[in-house]
């Protein structure tokens, strides 16, 4: 089946806004894939040869978006991808992320495995070290097994081969963006932890890192529309997960709440002992705090009648996996329209 048109590289946006580096490298679009319905694969060498069709990821082989349509059970799928890691990357050690892949998955780089992943629903990251030379092709195998017998996460999936009753069609393989990432070798930040607290008019971060590194210092500034607003640093020699404090003054504070949706923009460094960035990323958050009262919700001290809307998250052409962005905006503005103020997401974790 031919590849429906879409962009060379759908789903073109960076997958985790909320811990974002400028360099990476997107992995969305055309690979090589072929269906192991025996889960004999390795055994006949798929882990060496090419395979035998084409897969637009980050579409799981069931949805119509990427080009195979098979809602029939799929034991065990394969991926196979050959990229060139941009020389601009040399001296950083190279990340491999999977938003997702449904169910167990097994990751070569170079015919040598770098990640074993079990989980439909969680992202997970493989470590590349000495195999992935800047500058030079590396060739990427992932092996999806998504067994219809044994105990796992599948949400809403059917375990008949029909859909029924609230069950949908299957999602086997990859199904959110795949992408590479360099970071440094020494010493590299790790998602962060941002709890808002708004009695206190401030931030509590945590900024985990790689290594403890002598020398090093993490910083993290706070801004808004009209600059930069407050700075703090730590040590990054002392403590794994340096934690850090970030005040508002009284004119800059603005509370997070539906109506006013207000944001703050953060970025986080870590800086050698001569103080020059060695990495950076970039993050926000909102100042808001939630409780709950009895049976209320209670968001910044006032209750929230919670009108919210089931959303199943399931797309017609591309399953659990949104055709754009776009589609996802369209989402919340539909339910907005409808008279909702939040949505029920359940069964399953979301893009």
């Known amino acids: 089946m031919p590849v429906p048109h879409l962009p060379d590289v759908p789903r073109p946006e960076y997958p985790r806004p909320q811990f974002a580096r400028e360099a990476w490298l997107n992995l969305n679009g055309e690979w090589q894939f072929e269906t192991d319905r025996s889960d004999t694969g390795l055994e006949r060498g798929l882990l060496e040869r090419e395979l035998a069709d084409r897969i637009l990821v980050p579409f799981c082989p069931e949805s119509e978006l990427s080009g195979i349509g098979e809602t029939d059970f799929l034991e065990a799928v394969w991926y196979r991808r050959t990229v060139t890691v941009p020389a601009g990357w040399a001296g950083s050690r190279v990340l491999l992320h999977f938003g997702a892949v449904d169910h167990d998955t097994t990751v ?5 495995e770098v990640a074993r992943h079990r989980g439909g629903f969680t992202p997970f990251t493989a470590d590349l070290g000495d195999v992935a ?14 067994s219809r017998h044994g105990v796992q996460a599948r949400g809403k999936q059917a375990t008949w081969y029909a859909n029924s009753h609230c069950h949908y069609t299957r999602t086997t393989g990859i199904w959110q963006t795949v992408w590479l ?9 790790k998602r962060p932890r941002i709890t808002p607290d708004l009695a206190s008019g401030s931030f509590h971060l945590e900024l985990p890192l790689t290594a403890n590194a002598p020398g090093h210092r993490v910083r993290a500034t706070l801004r808004d529309g009209h600059g930069d607003i407050t700075t703090a640093e730590a040590r990054a020699d002392l403590d ?5 404090v970030l005040p508002l003054p009284d004119d800059r504070l603005r509370v997070w709440s539906p109506a006013d949706p207000h944001l703050y923009d953060l970025s986080l460094d870590v800086l050698d002992p ?9 993050s926000y958050a909102g100042l808001r705090s939630v409780a709950v009262h009895g049976k209320r919700l209670v968001l910044n001290g006032e209750p929230v009648f919670q009108r919210l809307v089931l959303d199943q998250g399931y797309y017609p052409d591309g399953l659990m996996t949104a055709p754009s962005d776009a589609a996802l905006v369209r989402d919340i503005e539909l339910g907005l329209r409808a008279g909702f103020n939040g949505a029920r997401l359940h069964q399953k974790v979301f893009e």
Do not use: K, N, S
Request: aromatic letters at 2%.
């Open 274 to 282: 001569d103080g020059t960035v060695v990495d950076t990323a970039r």
């Open 108 to 112: 070569w780089a170079d015919g040598r």
């Open 181 to 189: 990432e360099p970071v440094p070798r020494a010493v590299a930040l």
């Open 133 to 146: 030379v800047p500058g030079e092709e590396l060739t990427i195998v992932v092996r999806a097994r998504d």
């Open 240 to 244: 794994l997960c340096p934690r850090l």
